[in-house]
């Protein structure tokens, strides 16, 4: 569709000059042609079948062709803004995109077929999967008539590639709940020519990998619709992200400030900021049930209005750092020949929720919701500090079991952050 807009609207020199300078381009400018490629989409019958042609040209054509060209530029466009967001959020990612399958949908197509799954008919390919609501059968095209392959083709092609030759052992989608029929199918197919499930060959059964598709709901707006990429009401990520460090270097500058501590730390304060502005972030989005939708507004989930209430990232950082800080100041080290004991009820749940930690991992490894294990560091955290309310430690005569349960409770909660990509600081 937008390869379609340029080549329409755009001269042969602003289309030559886009090819061999995309640096000189933003993802903004890239976001105004796809909006203006959907209008037209919407409203000119001959520019959707164009749009659809292109497919075809797209996935047929070599590395010389225009669309080809054109499709190498926008991504190398959006690769610029992404880059810069999965450093800030430390995201290391293998770039596979739709067209690193190009060359294998023709032999994933070809094998429906030879297994029956798929059927030739009128020039195009179909498969018959699933029942609807009327119990009948569904019929999917794979291949068009013109020879164009739609997003069902390349997701088969994936998930037999990803089976076949990266030999994976489990493999989960994630996207937004209405693509639950479109997840079903694939994954019917794929059961139908014994991709997947337990299937018995010569005797011998041979395991396949898990595939299961999961769903996570909306982020919608003040006024409770969805945000649309395509209707230009979005808000960009990396402003996000920018925003929140931002935000979490003022807070820090107060705090300190306070301290007396502005003049000389300068530089810890950025470095803080990034940490806690990240963490305010990918904790906001963790905590929240990953099925539920959601109203998006920058104070209500990050700023001052979220961090007044008790469910919040800062909370969490701030009782490790106050353990980490008792810990420096006891004289004690661990010791395997002392018992602990545990006398008071706030150290007794404390220890109670330390042993619960296994559990907690393995529930959100079974539901697949992080947001269990953000709901399990938040309430580590708030009875740590209970206990540290609760319970002298220093110069106490339980000095040492309470060190050792201190030390635990650090160890337990700077792991699970760990394993939600959220980073710690020693000292706030």
């Known amino acids: 569709m937008l390869i379609t807009y340029m080549t329409s609207n755009l001269t042969q020199?602003?289309?030559?000059?886009?090819?061999?300078?995309?640096?000189?381009?933003?993802?903004?400018?890239l976001t105004e042609f796809y909006r203006s490629a959907k209008k037209e989409f919407d409203k000119k019958d001959n520019f959707a079948e164009d749009s659809r042609l292109m497919v075809v040209r797209l996935q047929s054509g070599?590395?010389?062709?225009?669309?080809?060209?054109?499709?190498?530029?926008?991504?190398?466009?959006?690769?610029?803004?992404?880059?810069?967001?999965?450093?800030?959020?430390?995201?290391?990612?293998?770039?596979?995109?739709?067209?690193?399958?190009?060359?294998?949908?023709?032999p994933c197509v070809?094998?429906?077929?030879?297994?029956?799954?798929?059927?030739?008919?009128?020039?195009?390919?179909?498969?018959?999967?699933?029942?609807?609501?009327?119990?009948?059968?569904?019929?999917?095209?794979?291949?068009?008539?013109?020879?164009?392959?739609?997003?069902?083709?390349?997701?088969?092609?994936?998930?037999?590639?990803?089976?076949?030759?990266?030999?994976?052992?489990?493999?989960?989608?994630v996207t937004g709940f209405e693509q639950k029929q479109h997840f079903k199918n694939l994954?019917?197919?794929?059961?139908?020519?014994?991709?997947?499930?337990?299937?018995?060959?010569?005797?011998?059964?041979?395991?396949?990998?898990?595939?299961?598709?999961?769903?996570?709901?909306?982020?919608?707006?003040?006024?409770?619709?969805?945000?649309?990429?395509?209707?230009?009401?979005?808000?960009?990520?990396?402003?996000?992200?920018?925003?929140?460090?931002?935000?979490?270097?003022?807070?820090?500058k107060k705090l300190t400030s306070s301290k007396g501590q502005y003049a000389s730390s300068d530089l810890l304060i950025a470095?803080?900021?990034?940490?806690?502005?990240?963490?305010?972030?990918?904790?906001?989005?963790?905590?929240?049930?990953?099925?539920?939708?959601?109203?998006?507004?920058?104070?209500r989930r990050i700023g001052s209005r979220h961090i007044r209430r008790t469910k919040n990232v800062l909370y969490i950082l701030y009782a490790y750092c106050r353990a980490n800080s008792l810990l420096a100041r006891l004289e004690s080290k661990r010791d395997g020949n002392k018992g602990i004991r545990l006398l008071h009820q706030s150290e007794i749940q404390l220890a109670i929720l330390l042993l619960q930690f296994t559990m907690a991992i393995q529930r959100t490894m079974e539901k697949k919701k992080p947001s269990i294990l953000a709901d399990y560091c938040w309430t580590l955290a708030r009875q740590f500090n209970r206990f540290y309310q609760d319970c002298r430690v220093k110069g106490n005569a339980l000095e040492h079991s309470r060190f050792c349960i201190t030390d635990k409770f650090c160890e337990v909660l700077?792991?699970?952050?760990?394993?939600?990509?959220i980073d710690i600081v020693q000292q706030l």
């Open 62 to 106: 070599g590395p010389d062709s225009v669309p080809f060209k054109l499709w190498k530029s926008m991504c190398e466009v959006s690769r610029t803004e992404y880059s810069e967001i999965y450093r800030l959020l430390k995201v290391e990612l293998k770039e596979v995109g739709e067209s690193f399958y190009n060359d294998m949908l023709e």
């Open 187 to 252: 994954i019917n197919i794929a059961q139908a020519a014994g991709w997947i499930d337990n299937q018995a060959n010569a005797g011998v059964t041979v395991a396949t990998p898990k595939v299961e598709h999961i769903t996570f709901g909306h982020v919608n707006r003040a006024d409770g619709r969805r945000f649309q990429t395509r209707s230009g009401n979005t808000s960009n990520l990396i402003d996000l992200l920018t925003r929140s460090i931002e935000y979490a270097g003022t807070m820090l």
């Open 13 to 29: 020199d602003q289309l030559d000059d886009f090819i061999n300078n995309p640096h000189k381009y933003t993802p903004e400018m």
């Open 414 to 421: 700077r792991t699970s952050l760990n394993l939600l990509g």
């Open 271 to 299: 470095e803080k900021a990034h940490v806690v502005g990240m963490s305010l972030v990918k904790y906001a989005e963790l905590s929240l049930d990953r099925e539920k939708s959601y109203i998006f507004d920058f104070e």
């Open 110 to 173: 070809n094998e429906l077929v030879r297994l029956g799954v798929a059927k030739t008919a009128h020039s195009h390919v179909r498969v018959w999967v699933d029942l609807d609501k009327n119990g009948n059968k569904n019929r999917l095209i794979v291949r068009k008539t013109d020879g164009g392959y739609g997003y069902l083709a390349t997701d088969l092609a994936a998930l037999r590639y990803r089976i076949k030759e990266l030999h994976a052992d489990e493999i989960v989608y």
